[in-house]
């Protein structure tokens, strides 16, 4: 702690840097940098979003099976390679609300992840548009952690990363260390941590900050019962003292415990929207 007290007290405070202005992601600016939005407000629109991805390389269906496609396929890789599209996002539109925490839900490739990716502005749209009122943070993309540096400089690098001065460096720095549990391991590099430690500091680095938007893709399935009951108790004030979250998990307990409603994506589409019990049980009966 020492080491980390000199080394923040010779270290100029920055404020973050400008997302880049080719993702079209369209943030609005705040009138007044004053108290937090009151419950209701929207922070975040999708209209009628699509995300195509494309793929090189993939075969289809058809082109799949017996010998004769095999060796097609690597003729043809010889030249120029096949370029297939995947329709990830198809026409989603929804308008979340300050006080928020939605749960999205859905089976492998309905496109959870890919919807977060895009209202973090990681995924540019191939039509329709996201809107937020503030900067969203995906949930282990802005705590830039590093394998080969020790939790207690991943702590320093994440906390600023994410935009935070020294002064408040100092002051969540024991909070962030108790509440992932690693104890005497923030002394040791990331590479020597399991991936639930690592989800687990993550996490506590995420969540030190108020967040306008707070993206949370599976990163509580890590973790010990204690760990997650610490996990939805932190959503639960970051709702009152920040904006919106948005959380992304199989274990639907967590999503029913924690969220005030949810969204069931199936191939990229928006099944049902609504409560969590009715959601959810639509989903079981699924």
């Given at each position: 702690?020492?080491?980390?007290?000199?080394?923040?007290?010779?270290?100029?405070?920055?404020?973050?840097?400008?997302?880049?202005?080719?993702?079209?992601?369209?943030?609005?600016?705040?009138?007044?940098?004053?108290?937090?939005?009151?419950?209701?407000?929207?922070?975040?629109?999708?209209?009628?979003?699509?995300?195509v991805y494309r793929v090189y390389g993939a075969a289809s269906d058809a082109e799949r099976g017996n010998a004769a496609n095999a060796l097609l396929r690597l003729v043809r890789r010889q030249g120029r390679p096949q370029m297939r599209e995947v329709?990830?996002?198809?026409?989603?539109?929804?308008?979340?609300?300050?006080?928020?925490?939605?749960?999205?839900?859905?089976?492998?490739g309905s496109g959870k992840s890919t919807l977060l990716r895009a209202i973090a502005g990681l995924l540019p749209p191939h039509s329709g548009a996201v809107y937020t009122d503030g900067q969203p943070s995906l949930l282990g993309v802005n705590a830039?952690?590093?394998?080969?540096?020790?939790?207690?400089?991943?702590?320093?690098?994440?906390?600023?990363?994410?935009?935070?001065?020294?002064?408040?460096?100092?002051?969540?720095?024991?909070?962030?260390?108790?509440?992932?549990?690693?104890?005497?391991?923030?002394?040791?590099?990331?590479?020597?941590?399991?991936?639930?430690?690592?989800?687990?500091?993550?996490?506590?680095?995420?969540?030190?900050?108020?967040?306008?938007?707070?993206?949370?893709?599976?990163?509580?399935?890590?973790?010990?019962?204690?760990?997650?009951?610490?996990?939805?108790?932190?959503?639960?004030?970051?709702?009152?003292?920040?904006?919106?979250?948005?959380?992304?998990?199989?274990?639907?307990?967590?999503?029913?415990?924690?969220?005030?409603?949810?969204?069931?994506?199936?191939?990229?589409?928006?099944?049902?929207?609504?409560?969590?019990?009715?959601?959810?049980?639509?989903?079981?009966?699924?």
């Open positions: 702690m020492a080491e980390l007290t000199e080394e923040l007290s010779h270290v100029k405070s920055e404020e973050p840097g400008v997302p880049s202005k080719d993702v079209k992601v369209h943030p609005v600016e705040p009138q007044a940098p004053a108290s937090p939005a009151p419950a209701g407000t929207p922070t975040v629109i999708v209209d009628d979003l699509h995300i329709h990830a996002i198809k026409g989603v539109s929804f308008v979340a609300h300050h006080g928020d925490a939605i749960g999205v839900i859905g089976r492998n830039a952690l590093m394998r080969d540096l020790t939790g207690e400089r991943n702590i320093v690098l994440g906390c600023y990363a994410m935009g935070m001065k020294p002064s408040q460096v100092k002051e969540k720095y024991s909070d962030i260390v108790d509440f992932s549990g690693i104890g005497e391991f923030v002394q040791f590099p990331m590479s020597t941590y399991s991936s639930g430690m690592g989800a687990r500091l993550r996490f506590a680095i995420a969540s030190a900050k108020a967040h306008d938007v707070l993206l949370i893709d599976e990163a509580l399935a890590t973790g010990d019962r204690d760990f997650k009951r610490k996990s939805q108790e932190r959503i639960k004030l970051m709702r009152q003292e920040a904006g919106t979250v948005f959380l992304v998990a199989h274990n639907l307990d967590v999503i029913e415990e924690t969220c005030n409603r949810v969204i069931w994506l199936h191939k990229g589409k928006i099944k049902m929207d609504g409560g969590p019990k009715e959601v959810l049980a639509a989903y079981n009966r699924a």
